[in-house]
């Protein structure tokens, strides 16, 4: 069933997307690419938790939550620098951006991602990277977040 959503995705990024949201998302994951180092402050809180869910999968999960002022227009991507078969997870690139309001729901953001990955989790080695882009009174931001685990 897995490997249907997968072709199902692909097939979607391909055909289904226009080339101004291919060159974005293409473009986004050069730049998280290069990225060594996190941005200094965001009005928000981000945090990546990992669970293996079987043998033979670690899931991934990049939070963004309690927002301190409203913001708009999100836009998220992460990056990895594991060996995937998967796209890596955004929002608003190919879908509608979101937007949060400071004390009101919903109050976070989740992308959920997967790496195969046969190990123990205690073991399990991986350089994430999270590019943001949004909008806080019509003035846009962006901002990197880079974590090891």
């Known amino acids: 069933m897995k490997k ?3 072709i199902i995705l692909l097939i979607f990024f391909v055909c289904g997307c226009t080339s101004s949201e291919k060159k ?3 473009n986004y994951i050069d730049e998280l690419k290069s990225v060594e180092k996190s941005s200094d402050s965001y009005p928000f809180n981000i945090e990546i938790k990992y669970d293996k869910i079987t043998s033979k999968e670690v899931r991934y999960q990049v939070i963004l939550d309690s927002v301190k002022k409203d913001i708009n227009d999100i836009t998220i991507i992460c990056y990895h620098n594991k060996k995937t078969d998967d796209i890596y997870p955004s929002m608003g690139i190919f879908d509608e951006k979101e937007s949060l309001k400071k004390d009101k729901k919903p109050s976070g953001l989740i992308l959920v991602g997967y790496i195969p990955y046969k190990g123990d989790i205690e ?3 991986i350089t994430m990277k999270v590019l943001v ?4 009174d019509n ?3 962006k901002i990197h977040y880079v974590t090891k685990k």
């Open 24 to 26: 974005d998302y293409l």
């Open 4 to 6: 249907v959503l997968i």
């Open 123 to 125: 073991d399990f080695n």
């Open 133 to 136: 882009k949004y909008k806080i």
């Open 139 to 141: 003035k846009e931001y």
